[in-house]
């Protein structure tokens, strides 16, 4: 059954990658070095850094992990830090050394930090002073011997670094005491590193790039092994999808999305550094007033984000005064691109919000919509080169065309496993597949459309509800900004739907909702509560954590 249905399964992109293109990612970035080396590579805060400059400060920084603090090949380094410039030059200084690059949300707590850095064995840190208390708590707690810690204006020119810092510390007050007495300067790092000798390491295809953790939604947090083949073939895929839009040497992306989060490190980093495109990267996106003002400063040609940055950015006052004539992409990802947004976005901007689907175990792409799509379709678009997927129901049986199953993965992207756990290895692979979670269905010319996400189903009265639909149904509402849909334990429908609502007008009322949403949805699939709230809880990258609203609610 499995072969007569991948037999007719509709055709996808016709290009296949070849995932040994480049050994590792070290010649990636050497051939972006050298065919590009006095081009502009990264932007932050009116700073620029070439792709010679990189070369340089990321080899020093090798240099001096390998020969001052004597760390060896395979070795774990954790890097907690936002879109900065010093960001880059750490991670490529990492991969360059031949050693693993552990990234890390630097908004974790103490406790969740303990956790990575603990069950990573990460040796060595690298982390902004802004998160030197965070660190200064579970340190002892730890194997981390080393500490390079950098401020947040440590790449600036001499005097715009001096007052950024004493603002970020005396003025705004983000930076809390803490005490961390061996820890060395990054800025002495480089310095340091400049003076040594650098050793290429001979690192195959198959040895581990980054240890990326999940978000830990469904229990503790695991480090994916992605090697560094996983991330070259996800690259090229992505290449090979995008790339006839992207004109080498010519693009300038715009990565609001942190680079420790995956889909930025690959789509945002990896392959627009193989354009040797500029990238200009937004350190707080929060920040919209800032960002906007960014935006109108350069000519970009690309942008990345999640669906509740768009939808923030698309209701800014300043947003239609951007220049959007450049504009070629926009890739929606880590969350389901919502209707409305799309619409509006493609209204103001005149480009499609495409949407991309991954998760962090594929490094992290699977599928994407068409770039030249011309309208929004709810369609998560087709697998991605050399990629294969299947649908499987409850009995384990693959089902064809229009049927809802899970979606299963199989191709160059996919992990390794998660780190030193093998058992959940194993929980998440199906003969050689990759377990999603996810809830999907294919149309008849090859189109993917994520229903929900397993663990998020709403099941009333026998009846499955998406909370991604109803999501979409009430967006439509011109009063709605943000809404999130859970299940909630009823003594009889088994479950019903509760929405939680971020109002743009504050004269919206639940009985105009629920009457939006009876024009719109089945009856069973209305919302019976409607909460309003100021904000929603959200994940570092922006996605709306319906986990934390059904804990609230448990807790009441």
């Known amino acids: 059954m499995e072969k007569h249905w991948l037999a007719s399964y509709p055709s996808q992109v016709e290009a296949e990658i ?95 930090l303990k956790h990575q850095l603990n069950d990573s064995g990460a040796v060595a840190i690298v982390a902004v002073t802004n998160f030197g208390l965070s660190l200064q708590k579970v340190i002892h ?8 810690l950098t401020k ?43 003076t040594m000798q650098y050793i290429k390491p001979n690192i195959k295809g198959d040895d581990i790039a980054f240890l990326q953790y999940t978000g830990g939604t469904t229990g503790v947090a695991k480090g994916a092994m992605l090697s560094h083949r996983n991330l070259v073939a996800n690259m090229l895929q992505a290449d090979a999808f995008f790339g006839p839009l992207l004109e080498q040497g010519k693009e300038l992306v715009v990565t609001p999305l942190p680079l420790y989060h995956v889909f930025a490190n690959t789509v945002n980093l990896l392959l627009f550094m193989k354009k040797g495109a500029q990238n200009l990267l937004i350190t707080n996106p929060r920040d919209l007033d800032n960002f906007i003002g960014e935006l109108k400063q350069y000519p970009f040609t690309a942008i990345t984000g999640v669906n509740t940055l768009f939808n923030a950015m698309i209701n800014h006052p300043e947003f239609n005064n951007v220049d959007f004539s450049h504009l070629k992409l926009t890739v929606g990802g880590g969350m389901a691109v919502q209707r409305a947004v799309a619409e509006k976005w493609q209204k103001i901007t005149g480009v499609a919000l495409v949407e991309g689907y991954g998760l962090t175990e594929c490094s992290p792409v699977v599928a994407a919509g068409r770039y030249n799509q ?59 597949w990759l377990c999603t979670g996810d809830i999907a269905r294919i149309d008849s010319d090859g189109y993917l459309y994520i229903v929900d996400r397993k663990k998020d189903m709403i099941l009333v009265s026998g009846f499955n509800v998406y909370p991604n639909e109803v999501e979409d149904a009430i967006a439509l509402h011109d009063k709605v900004l943000e809404v999130a849909a859970v299940g909630l334990p009823h003594e009889v429908s088994g479950e019903i739907v509760k929405v939680y609502v971020v109002a743009k007008d504050p004269s919206l009322t639940d009985k105009e909702l629920i009457a939006h949403c009876r024009k719109h949805l089945t009856g069973y699939k209305v919302p019976k ?28």
């Open 141 to 148: 707690e730890t194997a981390v011997k080393h500490v390079i």
């Open 374 to 432: 011309t309208e929004y379709n709810g369609s998560i678009g087709l697998p991605f080169p050399s990629t294969d997927i299947r649908l499987v129901n409850d009995a384990g049986e693959v089902v064809g065309i229009d049927e809802i199953g899970e979606l299963q993965v199989r191709g160059p992207q996919v992990m390794q496993g998660y780190w030193e756990r093998p058992e959940e290895t194993e929980k998440t692979f199906d003969d050689g």
């Open 18 to 112: 070849n995932p040994d293109q480049y050994q590792n990612l070290l010649e990636l970035f050497e051939h972006s070095y050298r065919d590009y080396a006095d081009q502009v590579a990264f932007i932050n805060m009116g700073a620029v850094l070439t792709y010679r400059r990189v070369e340089e400060q990321s080899r020093a920084f090798a240099a001096y992990l390998q020969n001052d603090l004597k760390l060896r090949q395979g070795d774990r380094v954790a890097l907690m830090m936002p879109n900065l410039l010093q960001y880059p030059i750490a991670l490529m200084g990492i991969l360059r050394a031949g050693m693993v690059a552990v990234n890390v949300n630097p908004l974790y707590t103490p406790r969740e």
């Open 529 to 556: 509560l409607v909460e309003f709230r100021d904000e929603l809880p959200k994940s570092n990258v922006g996605k709306i954590l319906r986990r934390v609203l059904r804990e609230q609610e448990e807790a009441k």
């Open 152 to 194: 947040i204006g440590d790449q600036l020119s001499g005097p715009k670094r001096t007052i950024v810092n004493f603002v970020v510390k005396y003025v705004k007050k983000m930076v809390p005491k803490y005490h961390l007495p061996h820890a060395v300067s990054m800025r002495k790092v480089l310095a340091k590193g400049q």
